[in-house]
């Protein structure tokens, strides 16, 4: 009879890499066509003009220009309103 239990593997132990998400690139930066914004899970940050949303969430520029943040309101399903970041690629003119 053995003192001690059978040495075993654990599948304790392991961590998976950061996923490095948040903000790139931020207000006032200059951005081209393509270049990705916001790296995030689900919809912290919402496109606004000259922006699209990726299959995993994250915001790229469509158009050249200046990346601008704004604070705006949204009504959701219910009725109530909630607040929302907007992402949105001005002309840098």
Known sequence: ?????AK???K?????RSKRLGV???AGQKVKPGMIIVRQR????IP????KKGRDDSLYATEPGVV?????GKICYDGKRKKVK???????S
């Open 1 to 5: 009879m053995s003192k001690t239990g």
């Open 8 to 10: 075993g593997t654990t």
């Open 12 to 16: 304790l132990g392991k961590d998976s």
């Open 24 to 26: 790139k690139i931020f």
């Open 42 to 45: 689900g919809s912290k940050f």
């Open 48 to 51: 606004g003009e000259n922006v």
């Open 68 to 72: 601008e943040f704004k604070t705006t």
């Open 86 to 92: 907007k992402v949105a690629v001005v002309n840098s």
